[in-house]
C-alpha cells in the first residue's frame, strides 16, 4: 500500500507515460487510494489528449505559400545557425504557421458560436470548476452499484451532511417535471473546498448530476456557460459563493432547460 503523497512531478510524468514500470505502478496504486487525485490526473489526461487533437493535424499540414512569405520577412535570426528556432529554418516555419492557424481557426470559431448563452469553447480553457464537474459526471454517473454516497430515501441526511461540510445550506432541486428524479449524493473535493453532487436520472435511465461548490464570493457573474468534455455537455454559471455545474450526456438544448429550472429554483429560494 503506497502511503506517502506522490509529488506532482510524478503525477505528471504518471500521465506523459515517462515513469519507470514500478513507480508507475506504485503511483496507479496510490491513485486507486485516492479518488480525488485520480479526478485530478484524469483532467490533464484529458487535457493532454484535447490537445494532441488540437495541434497535431494542424503540425502535420504543409506549410502554406502565404506563410512561407510572411516567415521570409522576418529580421535575421540571432541564433546560432544549428538552432532549430532559426527565423527561417523549416521547423520555425512550421510552428510559426500552426501558431497562425491556431489563431485563425479560434478566432473563427468565435464568431461562429454565438448564441443564447456565451458561446461553448474547450474546457482546457476554463477553470478547473466546469473540467471536474464533467469528469466527476463521466466517473459516476455510470456506477451501477454505488453512483452515490448516500440514496434519496435518506435525503434529509444527505442535505444536512452536504451542508454542514459546505458550510451553507444546500438542497437537491425539483427535476420531476422535466423528469428527472433524484438518486441521491455524495462528496467530493474541489479546488477551493469541498464539492456536493447530486444525481438524477430518467425514466430510460439517463443521469444528470449537479456539481456545487465554493467558489470566489465575490464573483456576482450569473451568465450561463456552456462547455463540452467529451460526451459530456456542462452548463455551469457562478452566483455569489457557489458555482454550480449541471453535467449529461443529453444534447444542449435538453441541458439547457435543466439548466435553467435549477437556476431558477435557487434563485427563488
Known amino acids: 500500500m503506497t502511503a506517502s503523497p506522490v509529488p506532482?512531478?510524478?503525477?505528471?510524468?504518471?500521465?506523459?507515460?515517462?515513469?519507470?514500470?514500478?513507480?508507475?505502478?506504485?503511483?496507479a496504486t496510490w491513485l486507486d487510494e485516492h479518488p480525488e487525485e485520480r479526478l485530478r490526473v484524469e483532467s490533464w489526461r484529458k487535457q493532454k489528449d484535447d490537445l494532441r487533437r488540437l495541434f497535431d493535424p494542424v503540425l502535420d499540414e504543409?506549410?502554406?505559400?502565404?506563410?512561407?512569405?510572411?516567415?521570409?520577412?522576418?529580421?535575421?535570426?540571432?541564433?546560432?545557425?544549428?538552432?532549430?528556432?532559426?527565423?527561417?529554418?523549416?521547423?520555425?516555419?512550421?510552428?510559426?504557421a500552426a501558431g497562425l492557424a491556431i489563431a485563425f481557426v479560434s478566432g473563427a470559431s468565435g464568431w461562429l458560436a454565438h448564441d443564447l448563452y456565451h458561446p461553448p469553447v474547450h474546457l482546457a480553457q476554463l477553470s478547473q470548476f466546469p473540467r471536474q464537474a464533467a469528469i466527476a459526471h463521466a466517473v459516476f454517473s455510470p456506477?451501477?452499484?454505488?453512483?452515490?454516497?448516500?440514496?434519496?430515501?435518506?435525503?434529509?441526511?444527505?442535505?444536512?451532511?452536504?451542508?454542514?461540510?459546505l458550510g451553507a445550506p444546500?438542497?437537491?432541486?425539483?427535476?420531476?417535471?422535466?423528469g428527472y428524479e433524484l438518486i441521491g449524493g455524495r462528496l467530493l473535493p474541489g479546488d477551493n473546498g469541498p464539492v456536493a453532487q447530486f444525481m438524477y436520472q430518467d425514466a430510460s435511465g439517463e443521469r444528470l448530476t449537479l456539481y456545487v461548490g465554493t467558489e470566489n464570493t465575490n464573483n456576482r457573474d450569473t451568465a450561463f456557460r456552456f462547455a463540452q468534455e467529451g460526451a459530456v455537455n456542462?452548463?455551469?454559471?457562478?452566483?455569489?459563493?457557489?458555482?454550480?455545474?449541471?453535467?449529461?450526456g443529453v444534447p444542449k438544448d435538453a441541458l439547457a432547460r435543466v439548466a435553467t429550472a435549477v437556476y431558477e429554483q435557487f434563485q427563488h429560494e
Open 8 to 27: 506532482t512531478s510524478d503525477l505528471h510524468a504518471y500521465v506523459d507515460g515517462e515513469l519507470p514500470a514500478a513507480r508507475h505502478a506504485e503511483v
Open 62 to 96: 504543409p506549410l502554406p505559400d502565404r506563410l512561407t512569405a510572411l516567415a521570409s520577412e522576418l529580421p535575421p535570426a540571432r541564433a546560432k545557425p544549428w538552432s532549430i528556432f532559426s527565423a527561417r529554418s523549416p521547423r520555425f516555419l512550421q510552428r510559426l
Open 143 to 165: 456506477d451501477i452499484r454505488r453512483p452515490v454516497e448516500i440514496s434519496a430515501e435518506h435525503e434529509d441526511q444527505l442535505i444536512t451532511w452536504l451542508s454542514k461540510r
Open 170 to 178: 444546500i438542497r437537491a432541486p425539483r427535476l420531476a417535471k422535466l
Open 234 to 248: 456542462v452548463f455551469y454559471w457562478i452566483d455569489g459563493k457557489f458555482g454550480y455545474a449541471i453535467s449529461a
